[in-house]
């Protein structure tokens, strides 16, 4: 079992910047992946950003250039930098970790992105 704990959500205005986290219960390095997914109401969920245990990163298109993922081992934890923010980008961001093949999910933290 891996235990998710994300923060950070909030509101900020159109051009602004936030930073994500989200703390595992157990090493990063024992993780096959970990990253974060979004869902904004009537829409399905998205790939946001993932960084593997390896460090390779991938991003979904929207996003590419204006968020950054990145890890602190020593802190378990992952980061999703988020630069240049629009309101399109208004949604529930999950945090998710791929542990021998399961899939596991923070409870979401809100972002919303003002006009």
């Known amino acids: 079992q891996v235990q998710l704990v994300e923060s950070g959500g909030g509101l900020v205005q159109a051009g602004g910047s936030l930073r994500l986290s989200c703390v595992a219960s157990?090493?990063?390095?024992?993780?096959?992946?970990m990253g974060w997914y979004r869902q904004a109401p009537g829409k399905e969920r998205e790939l946001v950003a993932f960084i593997t245990s390896g460090g390779s990163t991938n991003y979904g298109d929207s996003v590419k250039g204006r968020f950054t993922i990145s890890r602190d081992n020593t802190k378990n934890t992952v980061l999703l930098q988020m630069n240049s923010l629009k309101p399109e980008d208004t949604a529930v961001y999950y945090c998710?970790?791929?542990?021998?093949?399961?899939?596991?999910w923070g409870q979401g933290t809100q972002v919303t992105v003002s006009s």
């Open positions: 157990k090493t990063i390095f024992s993780i096959n992946s």
């Open positions: 998710n970790a791929v542990y021998r093949n399961i899939n596991y």
